[in-house]
């Protein structure tokens, strides 16, 4: 099956951070097995802080348009203090826009979400408050989120199992629901 388009979303300022390099590792897994991709990473994120009835910058209509296209989502965040970022929360917040549409905000999508941490703790804690706002925004996560030790580098075996597993549930999913669909 063609068609199955998968958006990569997150990462950090930082450049080669490792929430953007899991994110990637994940999009490709998912592009290999016949997904159609589209990243977009933390610097097309830097947006003005999300508030209602404010024009639209270029970069949040470019988000608004891929997460409408897509038929799932992988999404990588820093874990900071137990949570994801600020920038990928307000990033999401501008899926306020999508409320009223037919499919408002990720209703039906299939979410992978991965947290980079410098620990396990703050790496579960964050994947848990990432699985919330997905769910908050009507997505569906997959069942594994994988949490990524950011002082274990370059990746070992089983976090690249985990993050390509994170990108063929995400298209696993998707192709489920555009066939029923």
């Avoid at 953007?20 to 994120?45: P, R, S």
């Avoid at 949490?147 to 990108?167: E, H, M």
Wanted: contains cysteine; positive net charge.
């Amino acid at each position: 099956m063609t068609g199955v388009r998968i958006v990569g979303i997150g990462g950090t300022l930082r450049a080669e951070s490792t929430s953007e390099q899991a994110l990637k590792y994940a999009v490709n897994a998912a592009a290999e097995l016949g997904a159609e991709t589209e990243l977009i990473v933390a610097t097309e994120l830097d947006l003005p802080m999300y508030a209602p009835g404010r024009q639209l910058p270029a970069a949040a209509l470019r988000l608004l348009d891929a997460i409408r296209r897509a038929d799932g989502l992988i999404v990588s965040s820093p874990g900071y203090h137990g949570g994801i970022s600020g920038l990928l929360k307000n990033a999401l917040d501008y899926l306020e826009v999508l409320a009223a549409e037919p499919r408002p905000y990720l209703h039906g999508k299939a979410v992978g979400c991965i947290v980079a941490a410098a620990g396990w703790q703050a790496g579960a804690t964050s994947l848990m408050s990432l699985r919330s706002t997905v769910h908050a925004l009507r997505g569906w996560p997959t069942a594994l989120g994988a949490v990524v030790n950011s002082s274990a580098k370059p990746f070992d075996p089983k976090t690249r199992d985990q993050l390509s597993t994170v990108g063929r549930q995400v298209l696993d999913f998707a192709r489920a629901r555009v066939e029923l669909c």
